[in-house]
């Protein structure tokens, strides 16, 4: 057929509930030996963040190279209970809750206090800067445990329309671009072959079978971490990075992480291991922002996730109360002491388009990983002694795919509203801008725009706005509820979005979100 002889409504692609192409949805599950390798694959992808988190703020902590392997072990125990709590009575969506970047800057607050830093000896200022931050922590996890298990942000998410959202699930995504380009520059050598053997293997090499099972495809990151892995280890021990400076070699070479050497056989992290939690409401309030910023960036990522894993957008209740799950996750970060709160991993839901499998058991697996090799810390240090400009590689498709998602809810929008278009032009844009703004503006002044006496007050300000999912929250949903707003709804995207803001708006949402154990019963969804 010729394109002049299609009739209008054939030039267009009609709105879609559900993306095509994903071989298994939320509750559907691939053969339990490409579900454990599958779980292995997003356990190792996790790992980037577990490591790197540590790797910043123990040394700044004054903590040693085995303080570092203990909070490494921490916070993969951490991340492997708060994923399988998820999985099993929050929002139930193939979502990893692992380490969140949000909390760097009222960390770094905590760091920074007079009473902490004039302590001359290093363990010790360790331990008592980690127990302020579990303080800290222990505090302001009751934002979420209330929001959640109240029905608040329930409720809130009821003002939230595809028009809305599309900003804040984009920049989920796109907001995090210093994480893989700029880190791949770092090494350059690995860095790039990375990038480009992983584009290769998943897309166009995607449809090469072995025994009719796409192996390329659904095992990318596995393969292609091996291969550069094995390339940037021939390459250290040959002495490429012999007169490199101290930079280069600490991001390209395999041997200088710590972690195998420092790591115990065998530990279990426990509860209070530090010592008992202090507590101050400078440090607490600090801490708060970054919990209201996870609370953002999870939404975002719980509903980039409903999409890549076939599901209906989850309901209020269901965001509402898997909310309330990671207030009690953030609740364990400041019982264990993992120096850091956690949010939905932006990572772990890209890898769920790559792979085309949004299996929930898939991921219960991988959390298995996580408690599993925690505990066999030799083992564990092992993959964790991962150079990280391999996962900046990843890092740069796998955070586009989740950006894309965000961008593909405007087929619910009236795109061709000027109304539209300003405020989602106007939240992007801004929800880039700012967040870039108040990062230059540290990096050149070494401390925030906000810089007043209220110390509280100067974490509150520059932990928001330096996260652009927030940012662009904060404006779309703002402009999107103020600006002529009657006879609009058709426009937002609200008669679509309409059924499924009651869990029994759609008869799927039992199907993908129903508790286990029969439970609701006892936590009937309203």
Known sequence: MEMTDMKPEEMSHPPMDQLLGMEYCIDSNPSWGGAVLLGFQHFILCLGTAVMIPTLLVPLMGGNAHDKAKVVQTMLLVTGINTMLQTLFGTRLPT?????????????????????????????????TMRAIQGALIISSCIQII???????GVCSRFFSPLGMVPVIALA?????????????????????????????????????????????????????????LYAHILTVSGA????????????????????????????????????????????????AAVVVSLVESTGAFKAAARLASATPPPPFVLSRGIGWQGIGLLLDGL????????????????????????????????????????????????ASIPFTLFAAIYCVLFGYVGAVGLSFMQFINMNSMRSLFIIGMSLFLGISIPEYFFRFTMGNQHGPSHTRAGWFNDLINTIFSSPPTTGFIISVVLDNTLDVRNR??????????????????????EFYNLPFNLNRFFPPS
């Open 173 to 229: 995504g796109l907001g995090l671009f210093e994480r893989g380009f700029p880190v791949i520059g770092t090494c350059v050598e690995i860095g790039l072959p990375m990038l480009l053997l992983f584009v290769a293997l998943s897309q166009y090499l995607k449809h090469v079978q072995v025994c009719h099972f796409p192996i390329l495809e659904r095992f990318s990151v596995l393969i292609s971490i091996a291969l550069v892995w």
């Open 96 to 128: 990893v809750i692992g380490g969140s970047y949000a909390f760097l800057i009222p960390v770094i607050s905590i760091i920074s206090d007079p009473s902490l830093i004039q302590i001359t000896d290093g363990h010790t200022r360790f331990k008592m």
């Open 489 to 510: 709804a058709k426009d937002r995207g609200m008669p679509w979005w309409a059924r499924f803001r009651t869990f029994r708006g759609d008869s799927r949402n039992e």
């Open 147 to 153: 929001l959640g298990y109240s029905q608040l942000w």
């Open 241 to 288: 990075y012999r007169h490199s400076s101290q930079v280069t070699q600490l991001n390209c070479r395999t041997d200088l992480a710590n972690l195998i050497t420092t790591m115990p056989w065998f530990g279990v992290p426990y509860p209070l291991q530090w010592g008992p939690p202090t507590f101050s409401a400078d440090h607490s309030f600090g801490m708060m």
């Open 336 to 383: 264990f002491g993992t120096a850091s709160g956690s949010t939905v991993s932006v990572e772990n839901v890209g890898l769920l388009g790559s792979t085309r499998i949004g299996s929930r058991r898939v991921i219960q697996i991988s959390a298995g990983f996580m408690i599993f090799f925690s505990i066999l810390g030799k083992f564990g240090a092992l993959f």
